[in-house]
């Protein structure tokens, strides 16, 4: 899932003090997991705005929406009649998001209302880890599921460094479990130490995010 935050709400006012009427929408998906831009937050938002202008002296129309995803056609669609009611959109769905419905909607300002953070794993209520970098191909199976790359603070892929802690910590953060130290004790879990003695293919960074912006087109899913 993304993991997204809320940006402080001081920020959020500078970023729309210049519009009067705002439609806040919000995403029913991974940012509603993460308690950041879901239905409920959504509606939290603009109470807390409409105040916030309200005791500046500063009246503004600040409602609510949210769809179920805002990264998919169909359901930013569902909001189509809605948006020209208004000045501009405060999108609470990750950077995508906010861009889709910028391409939906060109007329309207589209303002973010989240700030991204990766992509992760809800370890529990409150707690979530960052899991993946998205480089495009993907070598976990070397590593006992456990993602060299994202794991490691040094971002090593033939590690380890050498600086794990006696604690199994990272020398960088010592609150980050060391990522190679959780390699090696899963591999050895499963009784597949001797992955050690393979040489691991180098990973194709050309279809990571350093080579611009990336697209998937399956033929058996076009109309």
Known sequence: MIVAEQKPIDEIKALIQRYNKVLVVGCDSCVAECAAGGRKEAALLASAL????????????????SIDRQCVDRFVHQIAGRVPEFEAVLSLGCGAGAQFLAQHYPDTPVIPGLNTLFIGTTDSPGRWTENCLGCGDCKLAYFGAVCPVARCAKHLFNGPCGGTRADGSCEVNPEMECGWAMIVERLERLGELDRFGEVTPPVDWSTSHAGGVRRVVREDRQP
């Open 50 to 65: 409409s105040i916030a202008f309200n005791l500046d002296g500063r009246h503004k129309t600040i409602v609510e929406d």
